[in-house]
């Protein structure tokens, strides 16, 4: 497990947070975690204002898995960079927040490849035998579509889309603008646990999402005047090219 390119806390939020998920202390949920030996690797790209300290859950996320990486940035110039080694961009997948609805293109699939014109690839099964990593990327929509504008080398790898069977646990805490649209650690959970064929991971995952949300009503922080964030990663696709 890496963590690189901390986003600045300030002393006080240093202070008072976990060292491994960045959260208060009071909404720490890392106690007990015990990672997952994965085998497809997880990589999360933070853009560098997506800083929900209390909601957030990419670092979370990250707790859960040996074999993962966080980084936060703009821009790289390639997957190798990143994971500092040769690699073959066509073997890892970016979780798509595009317009395509996998319920529509590939109904029956939780998760579904598409090609570049949105289709559903003709042989699923194939398309994920050979994957050897996951990208996920963590901020807003006007965030992520930074992320994705700064960084051509994602048009070459396989795109993956989700097909959740609920809505997001965030409720009114963080209302999405999409029934499909998932917290970063809800969405890792559903890919990660279809491609590692191990249901414990979606349930383990879930469950300590579910815990520090309860947490953070329990708080009284809900109600202390906050409006609830709205998330606009999945309001509209990526032009194509």
């Known amino acids: 497990m890496t963590e690189t390119e901390t986003a600045d806390a300030t002393p006080a939020?240093?202070?008072?947070?976990c060292p491994h998920c960045g959260k208060p202390v009071a909404l720490c949920v890392c106690d007990g975690i015990e990672p997952f030996d994965n085998q497809i690797e997880l990589v999360i790209l933070q853009h560098p204002q997506e800083q929900d300290r209390t909601l957030g859950t990419a670092r979370l996320t990250i707790r859960h898995f040996k074999n993962s990486m966080f980084?936060?940035?703009l821009s790289w110039p390639s997957l190798a960079k990143?994971?500092?080694r040769p690699v073959d961009p066509q073997r890892?997948?970016?979780l798509y927040l595009g317009s395509v609805k996998a319920a529509e293109i590939a109904p029956g699939h939780?998760?579904?490849v598409v090609n570049r014109k949105g289709e559903a690839e003709r042989d699923q099964d194939e398309a994920l035998r050979f994957l050897e990593g996951v990208i996920v990327l963590d901020g807003t929509w006007s965030?992520?579509?930074a992320l994705w504008w700064r960084n051509p080398w994602m048009l070459r790898c396989r795109r993956i889309v989700l097909n959740p069977s609920r809505p997001s646990g965030y409720g009114k805490l963080r209302r999405e603008p999409r029934r499909d649209g998932l917290a970063t650690i809800e969405a890792a959970a559903m890919l990660l646990g279809r491609l590692e064929h191990n249901p414990k991971i979606e349930t383990v995952l879930n469950a300590n999402f579910e815990k520090m949300l309860a947490k953070y009503r329990a708080s009284g922080e809900s109600a202390a005047g906050q409006k609830p964030r709205r998330d606009f990663?999945?309001?509209r696709p990526p032009r194509k090219k």
């Open 143 to 145: 965030q992520a579509k």
């Open 13 to 17: 939020e240093a202070a008072n947070a």
């Open 71 to 73: 980084k936060i940035g």
């Open 233 to 235: 990663r999945r309001r």
């Open 82 to 84: 990143i994971l500092d």
């Open 92 to 94: 890892w997948a970016i």
């Open 110 to 112: 939780d998760i579904v």
